[in-house]
């Protein structure tokens, strides 16, 4: 089956390695590297400061990714694009700026990522507001039932992980919207585990907001993305305050700058993001054609081989799935099957994956996991079940 | 595979699976909760203690099995032990499973059998969960 292996320096560099944890970060093509190191070698400066061609260049390819990024979520305005360390901080900023008061409910789902449960628990304790979880379907999907009966003229904020990092769950996520708008109550999707495997279309989805990570999008790690219609973001107070986010300062008063820049105080990871805007071309290079069709003949493969396992099982069954497998094999602790197919150069995830409330709901104490990209054939899946088997030679 | 078995050796397997002294003391006079947040591995410990001696000592729990297999062991080998001894021995051990250095090995019996650990940084913390737990559970 066709790969862009050959893209990766990494396997260049650990010929054995078999990596089935994209999930977890993505590898990084040439083009990205070449990027980020192109930008320190031939056009480092700072950025929206310097009157230089240098720092004119900079600013051009900073905010050219801006573009690139609007262009890539289909937003409406480069200026609903705002630049941050990652997923998390993009809700961070979300739960920080956007108004909640006492009373309100915030809606998530038991598959959450800590990112998208701990920013909104901290502002409920602050403001006396009520989180309202929506429980799942024995086979891993989103109770919707149960989601439509909790919007309520008290819910603030409807805040949904896109797809789930464990389950590999693809949720509804436009029936999702169009519940809470017939109700005016507004829509965050947290898209870490999406962006880098399905087309997103946030004027389509008609979503509020939605964030992702540049290092899951085969982008470097300290960048992510916050999209927020403009009508939000005009109306939320800063996040952080400094340099490059105001208009005026005075030791009176302090005028902010305009969209996006009100939320980018400070410098920015710049050579981050201009590896993101790299990232972003190396995708749309590849197509969304490929890379689904790719992850789902994995998946697929990848399913049939584990159900064969004595003993296994998957987590997350859902037939709307993203290249995401978490399971149990019989009584091996996930830490210790990640440490011996370790010993075969196979890289994968073991643990709470960030979500322990999805593992008490489960009833696991952790979970190993498989995740694909585009990177990843056949041959990966045939020797981790090998490995699988190997663990269960030690522990028969 | 042959460094594998180095790690996991017949006796991790067995008291990994069947772990010795694994239930709870409902009349201890100290029980300590360790939590591992980066696997989620989680034990109580129990301890039942006279004039510094250890006189009881269990442990619940749920965890991998290097995790399970040295909260086992420890509870063998701490058992009639006092608190002074408690402390070389895990000295002993730490040392071991963090460097793979070897001292006082007559102390630690049987928990010579988790050397391997050395070799799995990421599986240190699992070895010396219920030591650190036993350890602040007697404030030493």
Known sequence: ?396 | MNDLRELYQEMIIDHGRHPRNCHCMKDADLSKEGFNPLCGDRLTLYLKTDNQKILDISFEGSGCAISMASASLMTEVLKGKTLIETKKIFDAFHLLVTSGKESDMHLLGKLAVLKGVCEYPSRVKCATLAWHTMMEAVRM
């Open chain 1, 1 to 396: 089956m066709k790969t862009y292996k050959h893209d990766f320096p990494i396997f260049d560099n650990n010929p054995s390695l078999i990596y089935l944890d994209s999930a977890a970060t993505t590898q990084k093509p040439r083009c990205v590297i070449d990027a980020v190191s192109q930008y320190y070698e031939n056009n480092n400066a700072n950025v929206h400061r310097g009157v230089y061609a240098l720092s004119e260049r900079a600013t051009a390819a900073y905010e050219g990714t801006r573009q690139k990024v609007a262009n890539f979520i289909h937003a409406k305005h480069a200026h609903e694009i705002i630049f941050t360390r990652g997923t998390t901080e993009a809700i961070n900023l979300i739960a920080h700026s956007f108004k909640i008061n006492a009373g309100d409910e915030i809606v998530l789902s038991v598959m959450e990522h800590h990112s998208n449960i701990v920013p909104w628990q901290m502002v409920c304790e602050k403001m006396g507001a009520k989180l309202t979880v929506i429980p799942l379907l024995e086979n891993g999907e989103l109770d919707f039932d149960a989601y439509l009966n909790v919007l309520n003229e008290k819910t603030k904020l409807v805040a949904m992980i896109h797809v789930s990092n464990v389950l590999g769950t693809i949720n509804p996520v436009k029936k999702i919207v169009a519940a809470s708008h017939q109700k005016n109550i507004p829509v965050l999707f947290d898209g870490a585990q999406a962006i880098a495997h399905m087309p997103v279309d946030v004027q389509d989805l008609d979503c509020d907001f939605y964030v992702f990570s540049s290092h899951k999008l085969y982008g470097p790690t300290g960048v992510g993305v916050l999209y927020g219609k403009t009508q939000w973001l005009e109306a939320m107070p800063p996040y952080q305050t400094g340099g490059d986010m105001i208009r005026r300062v005075t030791f009176e008063k302090t005028q902010f700058n305009e969209l996006p820049y009100k939320f980018e105080a400070g410098t920015p990871n710049i050579a981050g993001v201009i590896g993101l805007g790299a990232a972003i071309d190396y995708v749309n290079h590849i197509g969304f054609d490929y890379i689904q069709s790719h992850e789902k003949a994995l998946l697929k493969y990848a399913t049939e081989k584990l159900f064969q396992i004595d003993g296994l099982k998957i987590y997350g069954t859902s037939e709307n799935k993203s290249g995401v497998i978490a399971f149990m094999l019989s009584d091996a602790h996930p830490h210790d099957v990640a440490t011996i197919l370790d010993q075969s150069g196979i890289a994968i995830r073991a643990g709470h994956h960030c979500a322990m409330p999805l593992m008490d709901y489960l009833k696991v104490p952790a979970l190993s996991r498989v995740s694909f990209g585009v990177y990843n054939d056949f041959s990966n899946i045939d020797k981790l079940i090998v490995g699988l088997e190997n663990v269960r030679k030690i522990f028969a």
